[in-house]
């Protein structure tokens, strides 16, 4: 059965703002030409596009980004009772002197802007072609503009498991920052690699990853977004697995004026497993957008979509999700689910599942719900001497949970979980 048209959605005439490439060599010139040739054919999102009508790309497309306050929680960095190496990011540039020395996870990594300064390098056989590839059926001209013009970013390649996790650190500090980072990583067969990242990035922020999982590889992904109550930001993960790959990613966010994270995945090998998963809380103005597109062209392929956000005073969640089943690709195992818990009558949750299906022998499924929080469980907790706000916040952990438990590493999972209640514990006062 097929739920909705694949043909992108035609879009009004648009004309780019002069954009002057960064210099490099000849083959991240070639690619930042392509790139900028595509996003001046889509033209920049607006809110009558079929998949920004929930929201306001407005301040993500404006030539100068909104000024962000510094937030500064006083909080011990997330991570850093890991065992990692450690890369910094200020303003969205890499810092060198803060950073860890880059060989310590015993993979390949370099700067992208080292990188972009050769003729040749491995990286243009990637480098904006899985970003070219989740073109179609939608376009996401912003991740086009990224590969355009970012210069900042790392190239990482691992050949077998890595020693450490990389743990991308973002430090905002100038209330007027503009940040556009692309980092690129391709996991050779059998390879294991764990990205970390945390941190706010910028007063804006536009991010790409674009990663590469070969046969037999693991690739895992956890990301906490910063805290600061005023930040933007657009970010999109492309991900192109290979046979019996995995690919697992998680993403935290409480805070941020306006957060949409896009992950487009593509199944090339039969047996690969993806996970998407993301928890979110926020009030007040937090708008916070989660966009995924997963496509099965491979067999007996499975990939799980677990999202939930808990919202109040006004705050708006949106759900954007596609699983999408090419011919051949039998025996998919998609799941979708996507949850929102509504402190109050004030705040909002908007989903829109899909699925599209050319195969027969599938088993696919989604399911979008939104509620308050269960009275009749509050009202056990506080009838047994729990307060009010303590009980609420207990419901509120165990509704993130399932979100959180696709996290592999329990170690990881642990350090999110405390985290996030610790920040409810001091949103009581």
Not at 87 to 107: C, Q, R, T
Not at 226 to 246: C, N, Y
Not at 318 to 347: E, H, M, R, W
């Amino acid at each position: 059965m097929i739920y909705a048209n694949r043909k992108p959605i035609k879009k009004t005439a648009y004309v780019m703002p002069d954009v002057a490439l960064p210099t490099g060599g000849a083959w991240i010139t070639e690619a930042r030409k392509a790139a900028l040739a595509s996003a001046s054919e889509y033209g920049m999102p607006q809110k009558r596009d079929e998949y920004w009508k929930y929201t306001d790309p407005t301040t993500l497309t404006s030539d100068a980004p909104t000024p962000a306050a510094i937030f500064d929680n006083k909080e011990e960095r997330l991570f850093d009772d890991v065992d990692r190496v450690k890369v910094f990011f200020v303003d969205g540039i890499y810092n060198a002197e803060m950073s860890d020395p880059l060989d310590l996870a015993g993979v390949e990594i370099e700067t992208l802007e080292t990188a972009g300064q050769a003729d040749i390098h491995w990286a243009s056989a990637l480098y904006g072609v899985l970003e070219t590839n989740g073109q179609r059926p939608v376009p996401r001209p912003l991740a086009a503009l990224n590969t355009a013009t970012a210069t900042q970013g790392l190239v990482i390649r691992a050949t077998g498991k890595a020693a450490k996790p990389v743990s991308f650190i973002y430090l905002h500090q100038d209330e007027n920052s503009d940040a556009t980072i692309h980092h690129t990583i391709k996991l050779e067969a059998g390879a294991d690699l764990t990205i970390l990242e945390n941190g706010p990035a910028a007063a804006r922020c536009n991010m790409v990853m674009e990663v590469d999982v070969a046969d037999n590889a693991s690739f895992h992904h956890v990301r906490a977004q910063g805290r600061d109550h005023e930040r933007r930001a657009v970010t999109h993960i492309f991900a192109r697995l290979g046979k019996e790959s995995s690919f697992k990613s998680f993403t935290l966010t409480v805070n941020g004026v306006l957060t949409r994270n896009e992950a487009i995945i593509e199944f090339k090998g039969d047996d690969a497993h993806a996970t998407v998963a993301g928890a979110c809380a926020g009030d007040g103005t937090f708008h916070h957008d989660d966009t995924v597109f997963i496509t099965h062209d491979a067999v007996n392929c499975e990939s799980r979509q677990v999202y939930k956000k808990v919202l109040r005073s006004g705050a708006v969640g949106v759900f954007q999700g596609k699983i999408l089943v090419q011919p051949g690709a039998q025996k998919t195992d998609g799941y979708q689910i996507s949850q929102g818990l509504l402190l109050d009558d004030n705040s909002t949750f908007q989903a829109k599942p899909e699925l599209e299906i050319y195969a027969d022998d599938v088993a696919c499924s989604h399911g979008s719900t939104v509620g308050a929080i269960d009275e009749t469980a509050l009202f056990y907790l506080t009838s047994r001497g729990i307060p009010h706000g303590t009980a609420q916040d207990m419901l509120t952990l165990a509704f993130l949970g399932e979100a959180i438990e696709e996290i592999e590493d329990e170690t990881l999972s642990e350090t999110i979980r405390a985290r996030l209640e610790r920040w409810m514990a001091r949103r009581q006062g």
